[in-house]
């Protein structure tokens, strides 16, 4: 006799459900279990991603990958989830409510028929926060938000998905005994499947409008919104299609990687937080990437992170960058070791990192904004005496970081000239700015 690897998915310590008495959500989570017992899928190759409401809280039953996010956008994270890892099933839980206010996240995720399962919890009300209405309410229903009756027609879900492109859509009740079977067919699906189950909020829908299974049923009738599976169609899913067509090969990631052979040693013997704060249209971002290469050269690991206003040629611009001779997890810098300030714009942006530095750490500032108070050690700079470049703001950062590579032992000096050699076109006039603050000294 065959006996199944995986007799259940769901945790024991978690159950019972926390569902109200009744509530079809817990009868969807023991059907879509079922699915999953029937599939035999590894528990780790499975990712069941909810929505926000209380069909949100079914992801913490299941054994697999969960992950819970905002209300509605459950399947932009699905998306994302699937396109790193085409190998994942990748399962989404949402509400009613959340098709309403993530409505076009399913057209977009049926447009690219990313291979995702959409199962909906359709209880024709906002359950988790009182029974409002939704875009499913049927016509005439009564909940919290509609105490008339609803007046706008009630979204079909099925059809906007599969006019849209899905590649497998189905709609049926709570109730439905062939729903494993069904949720087993939407999984094994390859491009984006959406599965409307209709069922009861014991709690709303059903006291307001003295709902019940039976009614269920006739709802789905006078509607004359289809049941079973309502669409189906072949085409290419979206996280294959996308990787064959920038690598050629299936497995492969999407882009050519690049490597940076090392040909210089860095002494640099712990992570160090490097905030280089400037302004707009001073270059800081670009020369950030150039230091990082440097820093890469020299056997580093490396991280950066920039930080602007939305008005990008206004304001401030900051650039994070992490060094470290091992790997960087966290990729945030709380207290800078080394900050380079210098302009305005960037020191307001970076005021509660510089609150944080001690007497270990140095802040490189700008002479011209000075005086500052900090408890780091100051080292000012007078670009005034940057000779050529001393009106010339833009090339003030590749002057500064020159002078902060020669007086602090992070990574060779001459591994940021060979990085800022790559891009030609502005190569002699970085390399120039770079020779100027070699002569600035410390
Ligand atoms: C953008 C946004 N709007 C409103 C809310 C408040 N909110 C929390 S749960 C919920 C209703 C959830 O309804 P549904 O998605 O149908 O799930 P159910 O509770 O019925 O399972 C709402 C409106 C929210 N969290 N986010
Ligand atoms: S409020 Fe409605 S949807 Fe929420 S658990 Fe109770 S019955 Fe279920
Ligand atoms: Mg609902």
């Not at 899913?237 to 940076?260: C, F, Q």
């Not at 939305?310 to 091992?326: D, N, Q, R, W, Y």
């Not at 509660?352 to 530095?357: G, H, K, W, Y």
């Amino acid at each position: 006799m065959n006996i199944p690897a995986y007799t259940t998915y769901l945790d024991e310590m978690q159950l019972p459900y926390f569902f109200c008495p009744g509530c079809g959500h817990g009868m969807i989570t023991s059907q879509l279990n079922a699915a999953l017992v029937r599939l035999q899928l590894d528990p780790l190759k499975v990712v069941v991603v909810t929505d926000i409401g209380c069909s949100g809280l079914a992801d913490k039953y299941f054994t697999t990958n969960a992950f819970h996010g905002l209300h509605g956008r459950s399947v932009t994270y699905a998306t994302g989830i699937k396109l790193a890892d085409p190998e994942l099933k990748v399962i989404v839980l949402m509400g009613d409510g959340g098709c309403g206010i993530g409505g076009h996240h399913l057209i977009n995720a049926a447009r690219r028929n990313i291979g995702v399962t959409v199962v909906v919890f359709n209880n024709f009300n906002y359950g988790m926060t009182g029974g409002e209405h939704s875009v499913t309410t049927p016509l005439g229903g009564l909940t919290s938000s509609s105490p008339l009756g609803q007046l706008e027609q009630p979204m079909d879900i099925c059809q906007t998905v599969a006019v849209n492109g899905a590649s497998f859509v189905a709609r049926t009740t709570s109730f439905d005994k062939g729903l494993p079977d069904l949720l087993a067919s939407a999984i094994q699906n390859e491009g984006f499947s959406l599965v409307d189950i209709w069922e009861l909020c014991t709690a709303y829908y059903v006291p307001n409008n003295r709902f019940s299974k039976g009614l269920l049923e006739d709802t789905l009738s006078r509607l004359g919104f289809k049941t079973g599976i309502t669409h189906q169609q072949s085409r290419p899913e979206y996280s294959r299609a996308y990787r064959e067509s920038v690598s050629g090969e299936i497995g492969k990631p999407p882009m050519p990687s690049r490597p940076i052979a090392v040909k210089y040693t860095s002494r640099l013997d712990r992570r160090t937080g490097i905030v280089i704060a400037g302004a707009a249209g001073r270059k800081i971002n670009s020369a950030a990437t150039l230091f990082c290469r440097g820093a890469v050269l020299s056997g580093l690991q490396v991280t950066q992170r920039n930080d602007y206003p939305v008005t990008v040629k206004s304001g401030h611009s900051v650039s994070e960058v992490i060094l470290a001779p091992s790997e960087i997890g966290y990729t945030g810098i709380t207290r800078p070791g080394v900050m380079l300030v210098l302009f305005k714009e960037g020191l307001s942006a970076v005021r509660s990192q510089l609150a944080a530095m001690t007497g270990e750490d140095v802040l490189f500032i700008n002479s011209q904004l000075l005086p500052i108070e900090t408890r780091a050690k100051l080292i000012p700079i007078d670009f005034s005496k940057a000779g050529i470049w001393a009106n010339k703001k833009e090339a003030w950062v590749m002057v500064a970081l020159a002078m902060i590579l020669n007086g602090l032992p992070l990574f060779p000096l001459e591994a940021f000239k060979e990085a800022v050699s790559v891009r030609s076109e502005f190569a002699e006039e970085n390399l120039a700015a770079i020779a100027v603050g070699e002569k600035l000294s410390i």
